[in-house]
């Protein structure tokens, strides 16, 4: 709606609307032609905007039942109640954010659109995200945000680079059966004995799924002990039902083979790396006495790219803002792109033949003469913003409301969901109401031309 | 059940307050019927498909005795049409409530009729004790219960389970066993639809129905006993030992993120996410409907396990057929819904279970129905929802009461005191006490 009211000034800026406006009035003459005019106008109004406003004010100052005056009482819960509060920390964020993010990014593109070819396609492709409805929007970013790649969008981008250069290890969620294995550097493991030639080392390890051993992989054995090497098995140390002995090779458990299996010195420097084979044997040869560790690097166990948490409580109000910012843009490049197209070349060209730098003009000259647009732009927006709602309840899971929670959320949430109190609804109504009478008469007063 | 009753009212909003009636039944009437010619009108918040299997079991009524039997739908509101029909001395002869709150204040308000001993005499030998217990108000016998809902059903990937070589537990000891095992071989064991607040609320229900029993769970549902009460806690302590980040897909925090259905389906898929999702007999729908497996050989379900040798219980839903007319039809129409042939005709059909020990179990169509229904015959303990039958505001609203403290809750398990803090401070907003 705010968007046809502002669109108008736009297009007019250059002709210097507010002049107009200030031309001498004439008293409004009150006859019956006059009346007949404004009657089913007024009547609007007065039914869908005026009745509901003072309706709202009284029913505020009712109980939960509506039978009794409280007075100021339900104000008091309201700012007494942490939700609320929270809800309108959430709005402050929402409001020193989004308005000058749209209006900056509305700058931006408009003055870049200007240079390239094709700008119409692009602003049509910009605007378009307002055609959606804002809840459809919602539910778009909301499989966009999901933290699993396979279903989220943005994390589906992220895990194609990040598997990119860290390399999920085949091995990944395995854990040891024994407590001998211990956590080494990283996601790797160490077993926490040294080894001396002759030794044999038992790797167990659980957690990892029968359906991701490779194809390849043959019943693990006990591997006999072989003078001057250091042999070992790693194997699925899982028997159904838990039997088995753990740390044992128990029939039927599974070698893991492809395993890089490591020999450490005690002072940490790797003697010698091999890889597991079918049944999960290894060994080293060529070993010159003395006592090592045996480690499994973490590159084994490297998880893939588990997704950002992009609506969990700490990440999901920046998530929703960015939708919101996706909704908006549109609107705040074609406004002041208007404006832009409006604008007087002479006075750009005076200032490049002055020798102004491209951003000099841009400083000094395109932005002073859209700063009125600009305005406009971010007064509508700081409006909207307040009464942000529809895709703060679509995006944020019910589990991260709370988080999430903007005042109008919380007024639909105390009056319309369980709780039925219209008592504490209606006063939040009205303190959202007063929060944004005054950006609304700034506006009034900049749509009269009081400051043009 | 949110999801269902939401379909309801979507379905009955549709169909408003129309009068249906049970057509081309009971219009002869031939001789021997005692009742022929006699009128009697039901009145339920059935949606369509069981106001259709509904009707059929009036038109056997109708053949049985030759009165005629009128459905009337009521729409969401029950209790709303249910009032002012009342008030205009008008109601229907026979209601099917779905609250068992609503019988309690229809009783004590004298509204409802108390029922004749020959239903009374059917009920106790056909059911349980505790369903004729839930049917009476102050010692008078007024509802018989026709339908009745498991929410007590623990559902779990078959060949999860066979790969990990584990049965269904028996008791929460076994089902420490269980997770631990599963988790071993290489399956997250738990998924928990976190993201929305009442599959937590039933989470709690079960486990302080068999931790704390019956008694306490009365008392915690009307709030006379206080949510930080020493059992309240030790429920919560249990949860909190089921409840580790490497027994559930995603972890806590990944669970908090997933709402009810993605719960369902994640038990589902080869490999599936998890092994086991816990949640009321509408699982199965869900199971066999968006996540194509079939029932028994993809998966199956076991009763909530019990806690320290606590007695077979059941939490769940129910509706209850009250009386509001001494019309002869409606005291036989009643009867005749307390009888083993009145269940069977619907439980055939799908989409129904019965608390009747009479009733045949192999008419269920499949064996999970059937299984399901088997518990409710054998619970010695049954309960209806907690959440359900609290004030909305504590127990079915997103963002705050039950739900919210217990997603917070899930955060931090172990910060029992706190969330037990939280919740006792807004049930007794809620319960205005």
Request: hydrophobic content about 45%; some cysteine; glycine content about 10%.
């Amino acid at each position: 709606m705010s968007t046809t009211v502002s669109a108008a000034p736009a297009a007019g800026v250059d002709e210097r609307l507010g002049r107009a406006a200030q031309a001498p009035r004439q008293e409004p003459k009150w006859n019956l032609t006059t009346v007949g005019f404004l009657l089913p106008a007024g009547l609007f109004v007065g039914l869908f905007i005026v009745y509901p406003v003072i309706a709202t004010v009284i029913r505020s100052f009712f109980n939960r039942a509506g039978d009794s005056f409280v007075g100021f009482g339900n104000y008091g819960q309201v700012f007494s109640d942490g939700r609320t509060l929270h809800a309108l920390q959430n709005n402050i964020i929402w409001v020193v954010i989004f308005p000058a993010a749209v209006t900056g990014l509305g700058v931006l593109f408009a003055v870049l659109l200007e240079r390239v070819p094709y700008r119409l396609l692009i602003r049509t492709l910009l605007f378009m995200p307002m055609a959606v409805s804002l809840l459809a929007s919602g539910v778009i970013w909301r499989i966009m945000y999901q933290q699993s790649p396979d279903t989220g969008a943005l994390n589906a981008v992220i895990a194609s680079v990040a598997n990119a250069i860290t390399h999920p290890g085949h091995y990944t969620g395995a854990a040891p059966s024994q407590p001998d294995l211990v956590q080494a550097v990283g996601d790797g493991y160490q077993l926490n004995q040294s080894l001396a030639p002759g030794d044999v080392a038992h790797v167990g390890l659980i957690r990892f799924p029968v359906a991701e051993i490779p194809a390849s992989a043959r019943p693990a054995q006990d591997p006999a002990p072989q003078p001057g090497k250091i042999v070992g098995v790693v194997w699925r140390d899982f028997k159904p039902g838990g039997g088995g002995q753990v740390g044992q090779v128990d029939p039927g458990e599974s070698g893991l083979p492809d395993m890089t299996v490591q020999l450490v010195d005690p002072k940490g420097v790797v003697a010698a790396q091999t890889q597991s084979d079918a049944t999960g044997d290894f060994a080293f040869g060529n070993l010159n006495g003395g006592s090592y560790f045996l480690v499994l690097p973490a590159q084994n166990f490297h998880p893939p790219f588990g997704g950002v948490q992009w609506l969990g409580s700490s990440l999901v109000t920046p998530a929703i803002i960015l939708a919101a910012i996706w909704v908006w843009v549109g609107f705040a490049t074609v406004t002041i792109g208007a404006g832009l197209a409006t604008m007087s070349r002479d006075l750009l060209e005076a200032a490049r033949v002055d020798g102004a730098t491209e951003w000099q003009v841009f400083r000094r000259v395109t932005v002073p003469l859209l700063s009125p647009l600009m305005i406009v732009v971010f007064i509508t927006l700081v409006i909207n913003v307040l009464k942000i709602f529809d895709l703060v309840l679509a995006i944020a899971p019910q589990s991260v409301i709370p988080d999430a929670n903007v005042i109008a959320l919380q007024l639909f949430l105390v009056a319309f969901t369980g709780l039925g109190d219209f008592g504490i609804g209606s006063a939040i109504a009205v303190f959202l109401f007063l929060l944004v009478i005054p950006v609304m008469g700034f506006n009034i007063r900049r749509f009269r031309g009081g400051e043009a | 059940m949110k999801g269902r009753s939401a379909l309801r009212a979507l379905v009955l909003g549709v169909v408003g307050a129309v009068v249906l009636t049970a057509c081309g039944t009971g219009s002869t009437t031939p001789s021997g019927k005692p009742l022929a010619g006699k009128k009697v009108e039901i009145a339920a918040v059935w949606s369509k498909d069981e106001q259709k299997n509904f009707e059929a079991v009036l038109a056997a009524f109708s053949d049985k005795t030759g009165a005629t039997a009128t459905f009337t739908s009521t729409g969401d509101k029950i209790g709303t049409v249910l009032g002012s029909r009342i008030a205009s001395n008008s109601p229907p002869d026979v209601a099917v409530l779905p609250q068992p709150g609503l019988l309690h204040d229809l009783a004590v308000k004298g509204s409802l009729k108390e029922l004749d001993s020959a239903t009374a005499s059917l009920v106790s030998q056909n059911y349980a004790a505790v369903w004729k217990d839930l049917g009476t108000v102050n010692g008078k016998f007024y509802g018989v219960f026709y339908k009745a809902a498991n929410k007590s059903t623990v559902w779990y990937n078959v060949k999860a389970f066979g790969q990990a070589g584990v049965t269904p537990p028996k008791s929460i000891d076994d089902a420490t066993r269980v997770l631990t095992t599963l988790a071993a071989s290489g399956v997250k064991p738990l998924s928990i639809g976190g993201a929305d607040g009442w599959t937590l609320t039933d989470w709690f229900e079960n486990v302080y129905l068999r931790l704390a029993g019956p008694d306490k769970y009365d008392a915690l549902t009307k709030h006379t006993i206080k949510w930080t009460d020493d059992s309240v806690k030790a429920t919560l302590r249990v949860l909190a030992a089921l409840f580790q980040d490497q027994l559930i897909a995603g972890g806590r925090s990944g669970a908090l993120q997933t709402d009810f259905p993605t719960s369902v389906s994640n038990i589902a898929g080869n490999p599936p996410k998890a092994a086991i999702v816990y949640e009321g007999d509408f699982v199965e729908g869900i199971l066999t409907g968006t996540a194509h497996m079939t029932p028994i050989t993809d998966f199956n379900f076991f009763p909530f396990p019990d806690i320290n040798g606590s007695p077979p219980s059941v939490m769940g839903g129910g509706d209850v057929v009250v009386r509001f007319t001494d019309n002869p039809a409606a005291v036989e129409l009643v009867k005749y819904l307390a009888s083993p042939e009145a269940a069977q005709i619907w439980a055939a059909k799908g989409g129904f279970s019965s608390a009747n020990k009479k009733v045949d179990l192999s008419v269920y169509p499949d064996p999970i129905a059937k299984a399901s229904a088997q518990a409710l015959v054998n619970a010695q303990v049954f309960r209806f929802d907690m959440s359900d039958q609290a004030p909305a505001a504590f127990g079915g609203t997103t963002g705050s009461g039950e739900w919210a403290d217990l997603q917070a809750w899930l955060k931090a398990p172990n910060n029992i005191d706190a969330a037990t803090a939280q919740l006792e401070k807004d049930a007794a907003a809620a319960y205005g006490s």
